[in-house]
């Protein structure tokens, strides 16, 4: 044992970052081990091709307000290129439609879809908002004491504070398919097309699929300083944001170490006693926390063997089917997409003509295949921020979706063609891409999950849907961000309240072991 | 009968002939058959309450093919068998044979059976149940393999004080110095024959293991082997009455094997059954761990006793009263007139803490009489020992009767 620390983090993604900004802040002498050169896993800012950069996620729009201030993040470097994106309903035709939080506008829009949207965003804010409440609580086990009865009422409390009609509603709405709930409420199907992408982004779900009210609700659920839902660009990529993270977890002490993979964790008896790094050096601590997916802990790290078997059973079971690819371009100046100026290019761009485009997108993923015709939310971030890309030059980063993880032809063969028929589509909208792109980086799931280690590629390392939710993820039995095993500790996405850069499963964990010792 | 090929008309042959069949059918005057797993088995030869006598005071044979048999071998099958069971494992050397209970995450007996360590690292797990889902799934995270091979063993169980005088007529020299639980191997007409000193009915006995093939030849040497020292075949009904003088639960019928349970509150632990000794804490995790630490701290439900109870009537299907009739302080799970001990005997679940040695109870019995129904409330006491327990059960070498 080369080192005393007392408590490690396995992966410095942004909720081990905060887990182990909270820590620190709090006294405690906290190690952070990233096994890449860069903190943030998929949320760092990677150069894709030379002068270009990009992060994998691209939009943030969960970052918890509370951990913004008290980690201070913007003494810390952290900084918005650009605030509230408009999203952009791409048409073949160029009559978009334009989506903020307070209006939708386009040529093509009736005036009752127009007062649908405010009632829908009215209704789907007030659901996001029991969501947002639960972001920065501890799971309430279901057992009988007030300790836990107590939060749990309070659900129950918000739920029925919603008044009557509405609790009607999120009873009614809460489980089931964004496609039904779109349908009773729009008729233009460009807008239901690119409203039912924010239900199916990141997940192994189609509009049709039950659950996919509750994604988007999950989407809405954040504050981020602004409406409900309400997407930004930050300064650097999301790197930036992970940079200032890293910086408030370092000014309060806690040590960093980038490039050192953790091959295993140490057990001592019935608790942990520290991890062991691929190089062989052992770093011993009586607290370790895990940021890497559930999976990789239990199954990986720690081993099946020193839990109980229904528990690495559950563990096993965790549905984490990555299907969400990640495209980025290096474009030699800014593509023309028909009906947008340049201004409008900086926004947040979806292609979902309908929702049934989207469906049929999600058909071909549930037999291994990717779409033949996928959807996208499309960032030119480097509009907004020049140390992105070269002078003149330009990067465009979209989420493309379906593409399972695992591709029936396998991924070798199928990159190539599933690049093309990305292509293909971006053509139809902006017809010069092909020849403004000098570079081009497609990461498929099967490819997310080997550089950040996260199982399926999975951005939310678990499935998020009601049965892997609250009390009940990432499993039971460890909800509280706690693992069966004396002293380790579970801070990822896998974890309540889920992905996306939120930080809360991070906060979360560390008041857990704050109260903990 | 060997491992079974399932085809689409399986289904055809659910219950198979053991391979001991036709030798058990000549023996077979009742001429009744029943169902134990997935075999044909004989309740009864010729009269159950002869048989356990034959068991008792000479040697009976049961065949016990029907007993669902696993092995596990590969690097990890000790830590494997470590998390699985919940006794340490590691204190079963090879060559000898350990019982265990297993359990789910709730701490709740998914069933019982006999450890086997055959060789070196290669165990053989014995249960009442099927358990290769289970045991399959507890294979998450180690190297090892587990088969049923339960229609590729054939096993008798032969058992009363001239068990070892009639296997060392067989021919099986030095059976005399197996100890209690141990086992060994002997070359049998070409082939290899195991023998452990283990069984169901607390007395002096041996169980065989053996090629299927070889099934009847084993039958037949052993029968004439045994000829002039009272052998007998016994059925499932006599072996029933021997080992519940013997203190010995049957799952299924003493405690509800926990995968089976609609009422998960319906199982038992290995504490509410008086198996508390065999579960170690300090190996280790294994299955049920948490659960049982969280029992031991706050106390069981239940106390699994053995009741004396005053007259001759067994208390079938009984309750026990707390004394005085009103209070039902729970129920019989197994009973029986026990010719041994000369006494009305019974296993019973009571509820916790009632059931400490030497407490007193009531047990409503009802009986007929030419078809004439009566109760009675018979006093009864919780004994601490077992009913029969001879000292010919340890003694090594046993005695040449």
Redesign the interface.
């Known amino acids: 044992m080369t080192n005393t620390n007392n408590i490690v983090i396995i992966g410095g993604g942004h909720n081990g970052l905060v887990c182990a900004a909270y820590l620190a802040k709090a006294g405690k002498n906290v190690t952070v081990l990233e096994a890449s050169e860069e903190v943030g896993g998929p949320a760092a800012t990677r150069e894709f091709a030379p002068g270009y950069k990009a992060s994998c996620a691209h939009l943030l729009n969960l970052l918890d307000d509370g951990i913004r201030e008290e980690l201070e993040l913007s003494s810390n470097g952290l900084s918005i290129a650009k605030e509230n994106l408009t999203t952009i309903a791409l048409a073949k035709d160029g009559n978009h439609i334009t989506i903020t939080p307070d209006s939708v506008e386009g040529s093509g829009l009736t005036a009752e879809d127009k007062a649908a949207y405010a009632e829908y965003r009215r209704f789907m804010t007030k659901f996001a908002g029991i969501i947002g409440a639960m972001h920065n609580l501890v799971p309430p086990r279901i057992t009988t004491d007030k300790e836990n009865l107590v939060p749990m009422a309070k659900l129950a409390w918000k739920v029925r504070m919603l008044g009557r009609d509405d609790m009607r509603e999120l009873l009614r709405i809460g489980g089931i398919n964004i496609y039904d709930v779109l349908k009773e409420n729009f008729d233009n199907p460009l807008l239901k097309g690119a409203l039912s992408l924010d239900a199916v982004l990141g997940t192994f779900s189609g509009p049709r699929s039950n659950n996919s009210v509750f994604t988007a609700l999950h989407r809405m659920s954040g504050n981020n300083s602004g409406a409900a839902g309400a997407a930004s660009i930050p300064a650097g990529g999301m790197g930036g944001v992970m940079q200032a993270i890293a910086g408030a977890a370092s000014r309060a002490g806690a040590e960093i170490r980038i490039s050192s993979p953790v091959k295993r964790i140490l057990m001592d008896?019935?608790a942990v006693s520290g991890v062991e790094l691929e190089n062989g050096e052992q770093i011993s601590a009586s607290t370790v926390i895990s940021n890497a997916d559930v999976r990789t802990t239990i199954?990986d790290l720690l081993?099946?063997?020193?839990?109980?078997?229904?528990?690495?059973?559950r563990v096993?079971n965790i549905r984490s089917k990555g299907n969400a690819a990640k495209l980025h371009l290096a474009l030699d100046g800014l593509p023309s997409f028909a009906g947008l100026n340049e201004s409008q290019l900086g926004e947040r761009l979806v292609i979902a003509p309908s929702v049934e485009y989207v469906e049929h997108a999600f058909n071909h993923c549930k037999y291994g295949e990717f779409s033949a015709q996928p959807v996208a939310e499309i960032t030119l971030p480097s509009i907004h921020d020049r140390s992105l890309a070269p002078d003149g030059k330009h990067v465009l980063s979209a989420i493309v979706q379906y593409a399972p993880r695992e591709l029936g032809t396998g991924w070798t063969e199928g990159k190539a063609a599933f690049s093309n028929a990305i292509m293909d589509v971006l053509e139809t909208y902006a017809p010069d891409v092909r020849e403004r792109t000098v570079a081009t980086e497609l990461l498929t799931p099967q490819d997310m999950e080997k550089e950040f280690g996260m199982t399926g590629g999975h951005w939310h390392h678990a499935e998020l849907s009601l049965d892997q939710f609250l009390m009940l993820r990432p499993v039971p039995?460890s909800a509280q961000y706690k693992s069966?095993?004396d002293g380790l500790y579970l801070c990822g996405a896998g974890c309540h309240p889920g992905g996306g850069i939120m930080g809360s499963a991070g906060k979360n964990a560390a008041n857990v072991i704050l109260a903990d010792q | 009968m060997r491992t079974v090929n399932f085809s689409s008309d399986h289904y055809k042959d659910a219950v198979f002939p053991s391979p001991f069949h036709s030798r058990q059918k000549q023996h077979n005057q009742l001429k009744e058959w029943t169902r134990w797993a997935d075999y044909l088995s004989v309740p009864a030869y010729w009269c159950a309450d002869m048989e356990y006598f034959s068991g008792r005071n000479a040697c009976g044979v049961f065949d016990i093919t029907p007993m669902v048999k696993h092995l596990v071998t590969g690097p990890d099958a000790l830590p494997y068998l470590n998390r699985l069971m919940t006794r340490d494992v590691s204190k079963i050397k090879p060559g000898r044979v350990g019982y265990s209970v297993w359990c789910n995450e709730a701490g709740r007996v998914i069933d019982d059976g006999t450890i086997f360590h055959l060789r070196e690292g290669v165990y053989r797990i014995c249960s009442q149940e099927h358990q290769i889902d289970w045991f399959m799934t507890n294979m998450l995270g180690f190297d090892v393999e587990i088969t049923e091979d339960t229609h590729d063993v054939a096993g008798l169980a032969v058992q009363g004080p001239t068990s070892c005088a009639i296997l060392k007529d067989m021919g099986l020299e030095g059976i005399e110095n197996l100890t209690p639980f141990g086992l060994t191997y002997f070359d049998f007409e070409g082939t290899e024959l195991m023998v452990s000193r283990t069984g169901f009915t607390g007395d002096l006995g041996y169980e065989l293991f053996i090629d299927p093939d070889y099934a009847e030849v084993l039958w037949d040497r052993l029968f004439a082997a045994g000829e002039l020292r009272g052998i007998k075949a016994m059925g499932s009904e006599a072996l029933d009455l021997l080992r519940i003088e013997a203190g010995f639960i049957l799952a299924g019928v003493d405690f509800l094997p926990a995968m089976e349970a609609v009422r998960p509150t319906h199982t038992r632990s290995p504490f509410e059954l008086g198996l508390g000794w065999l579960v170690s804490f300090d190996k280790g995790v294994f299955n049920g761990r948490q659960a049982l630490l969280e029992e031991k701290e706050k106390g069981s439900r239940y106390n699994l006793v053995k009741l004396d109870i005053d007259g001759n009537k067994p208390a079938k299907d009984s309750f026990v009263y707390v004394k005085g009739g009103k209070k039902i302080a729970g129920t019989v799970t197994s009973a029986m007139w026990s010719p041994s001990a000369k006494a009305s005997i019974a296993l019973a679940s009571l509820e916790a803490p009632l059931g400490q040695p030497g407490e007193e109870f009531e047990v409503e019995i009802y009986y007929q009489r030419e078809l004439k129904w009566s109760r009675v409330m018979a006093p009864a006491r919780v004994v601490k020992d077992v009913f029969w327990n001879p000292p010919r059960r340890r003694q090594t070498p046993p005695a040449d009767f």
């Open positions: 008896g019935m199954l081993g099946a063997r020193h839990v109980e078997a229904d528990f690495a059973r096993s039995r069966p095993v």
